[in-house]
């Protein structure tokens, strides 16, 4: 399974901060941020994925997040 998330997050060291904890919720995934890209996409490849927790995680942490549609 993959999702693809819209988010603002800008930062390499937030990034790094919430791809450890998107790793403790969905241990075993491949989880990965695009911050060159406009959507700042974050993606995320694993066997169970939720996207409902994958966006509470970045909202506690105050970054915005959205499922990117095709």
Known sequence: MIEVFKTNVKRKGAARILLKRL???????????????????LRIEGAEIC?????????????????LND
């Not at 241990?27 to 890209?37: C, I």
């Open 51 to 67: 996207p409902e927790s994958t966006i509470e995680i970045l909202r506690t942490y105050g970054h915005y997040c959205e499922v």
């Open 23 to 41: 790793l403790e919720k969905f241990p075993g995934s491949r989880v990965n941020f695009d911050l060159e890209d406009c959507d700042k996409v």
